[in-house]
């Protein structure tokens, strides 16, 4: 029996496992706070009731003491909760005392113990949550046929920029920890048409800001016979999956958050906007902020955008020179530009998308990894994709510990993540 199916037994006598992370005594009763990891629930004893020897179980109990109570599913006289009112108690382990105490503790703290703080209630909503993203993405795609691809985390060569790489001693040679598994991707969709992979990227960026993990988790798709409308298309309709099964599935944890769902709420019913880059800009300089033309977006500027038209944003169409060589580029009124997208989720989000239009000539895209100064012969491989049977083909990775910021509104993006990874944290 766990915490969450107790709705389903009122009035029932059950038996729960978990911990006892709270307690209080008013007199001859006892309320012992009880996690299961399914959920929180009050349970309750009376020493009348319960008799002397469950009783002297109770006063033994200390912060995180493992047990197991049995007792009759009552429901809260007030809240939308279900209580137990107990008649046996079993201890497994006394726990000694627990080093996150009810005071205020600094987040650098936390984190030194991080083991122990997932047992807190906003950690537990947030990964919930970060469950959920990744089944929703999980089971759109299946839904839309394609199929899991899984890349390698050991690569030889770069995908986007090399000085953001961790390099390794692979027996005889070098190696780089995975950025993307977006170039093997474009390779698969050339057997399979539509492929996705998810798992663990690395990037040695040395930032030490609230938006930045070292080791962060990404989803890549990536299409064959796509454009890139269809591409920015399937991205929308695979947010508004993600927000609507949170809002749905884990309404609980959102409490637990206290989070505003209002926008999210628009979010699932309208349509995404859209503006180029050079818009972007001219928007951003006329609402007062500094800004360069063929830079890419800044944090300031995807911020305030994001805030001022609260709903997603595709900003398309950036300069080429800003982007990654894969791209597919135009030229228009003596600007090379990408046909790319990135995805400005509301509510100081940020970009949680990137995506775009492959390359898929040849020679175009040989000469730019020339003009870049990569080896050919380490992209020998991938230019395979583009010799035999070319076509139009677009992709896109989504950054889930971005998105799950984004969803849950925790200040700093080492919270979505169990035991994070950046320029200053490498343990627990």
Request: charged share 30%; net charge negative; aromatic share 10%.
């Amino acid at each position: 029996m766990t915490i969450a199916e107790l709705k389903n037994y009122l009035g029932k006598e059950v038996t729960i496992q978990g911990w006892m992370y709270n307690k209080r005594s008013s007199g001859k009763i006892a309320f012992l706070q009880i996690r299961d990891g399914s959920g929180f629930l009050q349970a309750i004893v009376e020493q009348e009731k319960a008799g002397e020897i469950n009783w002297e179980k109770v006063e033994k109990l200390t912060i995180e003491s493992s047990v197991i109570i049995k007792g009759t599913v009552t429901k809260h006289p007030k809240k939308e909760e279900y209580e137990i009112q107990v008649s046996e108690v079993e201890i497994l382990n006394i726990a000694p005392e627990y080093p996150i105490s009810k005071k205020e503790h600094g987040p650098e703290f936390l984190f030194d113990n991080r083991d122990l703080y997932l047992r807190s209630k906003t950690p537990w909503a947030v990964l919930r949550i970060r469950n959920q993203v990744f089944l929703s993405i999980t089971n759109f795609f299946a839904e839309q046929g394609f199929i899991r691809f899984d890349t390698p985390i050991l690569q030889p060569t770069s995908c986007e920029d090399t000085t953001q790489l961790f390099d390794l001693k692979y027996y005889d040679t070098m190696m780089y920890l995975s950025q993307s598994g977006q170039l093997y991707s474009e390779a698969g969709i050339m057997g399979f048409g539509k492929v996705y992979d998810f798992g663990p990227v690395f990037r040695a960026e040395k930032s030490k800001t609230r938006h930045h993990l070292s080791e962060l988790w990404m989803m890549d798709a990536e299409m064959a016979f796509f454009d890139q409308k269809m591409n920015m298309d399937l991205q929308e309709r695979m947010v508004k999956r993600i927000v609507k099964d949170v809002l749905r599935k884990c309404k609980v944890e959102l409490e637990i958050l206290e989070r505003d769902t209002t926008i999210l709420q628009n979010i699932v019913e309208k349509s995404f906007l859209h503006m180029t880059h050079k818009q972007a800009k001219e928007e951003c300089k006329t609402d007062g902020l500094e800004t360069e033309f063929l830079a890419d977006m800044s944090t300031e500027e995807e911020i305030h955008l994001g805030n001022k038209h609260k709903l997603p944003i595709f900003i398309e169409d950036y300069p080429f020179e800003v982007k990654a060589f894969y791209m597919k580029k135009y030229e228009k009124d003596g600007v090379v530009y990408a046909k790319n997208s990135d995805l400005i989720a509301p509510e100081e989000g940020r970009e949680i998308i990137g995506g775009s239009q492959r390359e898929d000539s040849y020679e175009v895209i040989l000469e730019e990894i020339k003009k870049r100064g990569y080896p050919k012969d380490d992209y020998e491989w991938y230019l395979n994709t583009r010799k035999y049977g070319s076509v139009i083909h677009s992709g896109f990775g989504i950054g889930l510990e971005r998105t799950i910021r984004w969803l849950t509104r925790v200040h700093h993006i080492r919270e979505t993540i169990p035991f994070p990874r950046t320029l200053t944290r490498s343990k627990p």
